[in-house]
């Protein structure tokens, strides 16, 4: 117990999540019944998931899965100390739980017995929970809204906002809700709108104390990644703008955050002249020192 406890803990399994390399993961893993392909490694308990960037520009780490079999939920609940955030119960009884510091996911079933494990980076179970009936509309509404200039855009915002209780998950939910995907499919808004208002959002949300700087750092650099594989395109901040909030706010004792960071700020490495500060942290990030 103490093993799973761990993993939602740090969000590593033994120190690995999908940002390492299959070399380093069957290194540590040392498990020959597994299957490896170009967007995941299985092993017998876990599966790494990872998708390749376009124009050669390598794999994003999308996150992990631990399987797990017999271990009942109260002794895990125990066996850590850090708290569990109830997010849903679903009308057969599996329950989700939320670690919001390793932003990790624990799936409980009926019986209350642990299913598995899984990472949510840089996402809020919690908030996609809340608004899973409204999403559709933000989309569709943030489509709109990425059309108007400026000053609109701020002014939607203030008079549609909840009260104090509510705005900042609302803030969140709406963000969220702004990728380069959906609005292109839904609305056909043009790519460097869809760039411009995506940045625009976060750091105006950030503005206002509705998200962390770090969050709005990692999402800012997370949407211009997507804008760029999704759409090929060059219309967007400069590189310095994206990855130098990243590493300024990294603060070295790599936690989830630190790792989001640096994680985030790596995707635009292949921009950078001089890319030996983005190299040290992640030597740093994917270092396996207590494995």
Request: glycine share 6%; proline share 4%.
């Amino acid at each position: 117990m103490d093993a799973l406890a761990e993993v939602v803990r740090s969000g590593t399994l033994f120190g690995l999540d999908s940002s390492h390399s299959r070399e380093v993961i069957h290194g540590v893993l040392r498990d020959e019944a597994h299957r490896c392909w170009e967007t995941a490694c299985e092993y017998d308990v876990v599966t790494f998931h990872r998708a390749r960037r376009t124009l050669e520009r390598g794999l994003w780490g999308q996150g992990f899965e631990v399987r797990v079999s017999r271990a009942p939920f109260a002794e895990l609940v125990a066996a850590l100390d850090v708290p569990l955030v109830h997010v849903s119960t679903a009308l057969d009884g599996v329950q989700t739980h939320w670690q919001p510091s390793s932003e990790m996911i624990v799936v409980v079933g009926a019986d209350g017995q642990v299913r598995s494990l899984k990472s949510a980076f840089l996402d809020s179970p919690v908030v996609r929970h809340r608004y899973r009936n409204q999403e559709g509309a933000m989309r569709d509404m943030m489509a709109l809204v990425s059309r108007m200039p400026p000053r609109k855009r701020r002014e939607w915002f203030y008079f549609n906002k909840p009260g104090p209780e509510d705005v900042n998950a609302w803030w969140l939910a709406n963000c969220m809700a702004v990728t380069p995907m959906a609005l292109v499919r839904w609305w056909d808004v043009p790519v460097a709108t869809q760039v411009e208002f995506g940045v625009w959002a976060w750091e105006h949300a950030q503005s206002l104390g509705a998200v962390s700087p770090s969050m709005a750092a990692c999402q800012i650099a997370c949407h211009v990644a997507w804008a760029e594989d999704y759409h090929n395109t060059t219309e967007v901040p400069s590189v310095g703008s994206i990855v130098r909030p990243c590493l300024d706010l990294v603060t070295g004792s790599m936690s989830r955050m630190d790792k989001n960071l640096i994680d985030m700020a790596a995707l635009h490495r292949y921009k950078l002249a001089d890319t030996s500060e983005v190299d040290n942290w992640q030597a740093r990030r994917l270092a396996l020192a207590t494995v």
